[in-house]
T-cell receptor, first 110, second 116 residues
């Protein structure tokens, strides 16, 4: 059974720092892995999708990497801003189902 | 842009009531999902559907049922609401029926349900 762990659970940093959020999963038989952002009381917004054959994906200040064999993905946020404050979730896709980590709660201080 | 909408942002119901949560997607997606999200437990899959009139149980289907009469609409039904069903309910959809590297999941805004 797939288990997903995200470390750290919470993070507070000053504005401008570069950040790394970690996601590890136990079953490497995945089709892809998706990173999401969730603001308090809202739904999930898709940030990046990495296909299983890819090593990384970039969108603006965000870069996500995937090492399927070791069961790890990282989300790199460059030059963090207060507007990046949110919870970040990763979700690998197995057979029909996405399994979600419990997220990293990020606070960027102005 | 894919749009997934949910019928209510906030809902308050009484114990024993029958509750309908509606979800509509506008991108002709094959798969639709219902999750609940609780603090410390993350997102848990209740039911999903990969085709009209088809449904599959997720990890926590007890106390819930679903209906998918049309491709764009997926309803979650609480037959007799209980206080332990107070939660945030999230609907999502993906394009292809079979799992693939291209399947990207899109979420609705969520419904915060309180059962008194």
């Amino acid at each position: 059974k797939q288990e997903v762990t995200q470390i750290p659970a919470a993070l507070s940093v000053p504005e401008g720092e570069n950040l790394v959020l970690n996601c590890s999963f136990t079953d490497s038989a995945i089709y892809n892995l998706q990173w999401f952002r969730q603001d308090p009381g809202k739904g999930l917004t898709s940030l990046l999708l990495i296909q299983s054959s890819q090593r990384e994906q970039t969108s603006g200040r965000l870069n996500a990497s995937l090492d399927k064999s070791s069961g790890r993905s990282t989300l790199y946020i460059a030059a963090s801003q207060p507007g990046d404050s949110a919870t970040y979730l990763c979700a690998p896709l197995g057979t029909y189902k996405y399994i979600f980590g419990t997220g990293t709660r990020l606070k960027v201080l102005a | 842009d894919v749009k997934v909408t949910q019928s209510s942002r906030y809902l308050v119901k009484r114990t024993g009531e029958k509750v309908f949560l509606e979800c509509v997607q506008d991108m002709d997606h094959e798969n639709m999902f219902w999750y609940r999200q609780d603090p410390g437990l993350g997102l848990r899959l209740i039911y999903f559907s990969y085709d009209v009139k088809m449904k599959e149980k997720g990890d926590i289907p007890e106390g819930y049922s679903v209906s998918r009469e049309k491709k764009e609409r997926f309803s979650l039904i609480l037959e007799s609401a209980s206080t332990n069903q107070t939660s945030m309910y999230l609907c999502a959809s993906t394009g292809q029926a079979t799992p693939s590297a291209y399947n990207e999941q899109f979420f609705g805004p969520g419904t915060r349900l309180t059962v008194l």
